[in-house]
């Protein structure tokens, strides 16, 4: 009887790089049938693979053992180079510019290591194309239909729910919060749900008057998401969580490209002013595009 095809993919990042990334995992597990596909990453984020179906287990990335694989001559623990070798294929997103990753590899004897580039580069494809571009060294090329799809199962709500996240991982990225509400109030009497984190919390950027989903688990978060029947955001990797569940989404750019970095799927809306200053854009142009994707959705 042969055995389980077994991958492991190596990620880091934040939110959305990790969520750039599934369209990689969902072309590993279409290419090589009846795998097992492992992550090593942050487990708070790399979670999410395992709740799409994306992956069937998670290790930590930061775990006391893996120190020695990023050194030149420091024993690496036996039970982790017996893991690590187990794996048919081992695809790499670390960024390993002395090649000090790579040589442990080939020191406690990994069959096949593939490394993807973990770095962007502006004026390319989309970013999800470019992370991809390594497996084109075994012949696995990333499709539409691993791209433009989402990754987790849309729940609709029986009534409409409005999913408002007012945070990203800057502040160039974000519209202000006064804003937000006032396109909230125009809203009217549907659900609208504020989604909050720890930034928000700790720069005293909290909105009022509606419920909010702070600081959630990421699958948790997910699963709320999947309920919603619109979005509304900025570049930030809960974006990229929300169109990987499906839900209509209206995001605000300013300095990104939204070409490469807002999500590849249809049924993502991105409003930016030539400026590509967020502060530009006013409240009665997002209240209009807003609308429009509640109404369409």
């Known amino acids: 009887m042969p055995t389980q095809p077994r991958i492991l993919v190596i990620r ?45 287990s998670i290790r930590s990335l930061e775990h ?7 050194a030149k001559t420091a024993p690496i623990d036996d039970a982790l180079a017996e893991h690590l ?17 790579r040589a442990s590899m080939e020191r406690i004897g990994v069959k096949t290591l593939i490394e993807c580039s ?8 989309h970013a999800s194309r470019q992370l991809a571009r390594g497996l084109e060294k075994i012949a696995m090329f990333l499709e539409d ?20 996240h007012v945070g990203s991982g800057s502040e160039k990225k974000n519209w202000p919060l006064d804003r937000w509400q006032q396109v909230a109030e125009s809203l009217g009497t549907q659900e609208v749900i504020f989604i909050t984190g720890e930034a928000e919390a700790e720069r005293g950027t909290q909105p009022t008057g509606r419920d909010c989903w702070h600081a959630l688990p990421l699958p948790e978060l997910a699963t709320r998401l999947a309920t919603c029947t619109a979005f ?26 939204p070409a490469i970095w807002a999500p590849p799927q249809p049924w993502v809306r991105v409003l930016r002013n030539s400026t590509q200053d967020l502060t530009f854009l006013s409240v009665e142009q997002v209240k209009l595009a807003a609308a429009q994707v509640v109404a369409n959705s």
């Not at 239909?145 to 408002?164: D, G, K, M, N, Y």
């Open 64 to 70: 006391r053992t893996m120190a020695p694989l990023f």
């Open 145 to 164: 239909v691993h791209l433009l799809r989402a990754h987790f199962e849309p729940r609709p709500h029986s009534q409409p729910r409005i999913a408002i």
């Open 85 to 101: 070798r187990s794996f048919n294929l081992v695809v790499s997103f670390l960024y390993d510019p002395d090649g000090l990753f």
């Open 12 to 56: 880091g990042g934040a939110i959305g790089d990790f969520i750039l990334t599934l369209p990689v995992l969902r072309l590993l597990r279409d290419m090589i049938a009846d795998s097992h596909i492992e992550v090593l990453g942050y487990p708070a984020i790399a979670e999410l693979a395992r709740s799409a179906g994306l992956a069937d």
């Open 232 to 257: 509304l955001g900025h570049d930030s990797g809960i974006s990229h969580l929300a169109a990987a569940c499906g839900v209509p989404s209206l995001l605000l750019f300013g300095p990104t490209d």
């Open 118 to 125: 973990p770095i962007v580069q502006p004026g390319g494809p």
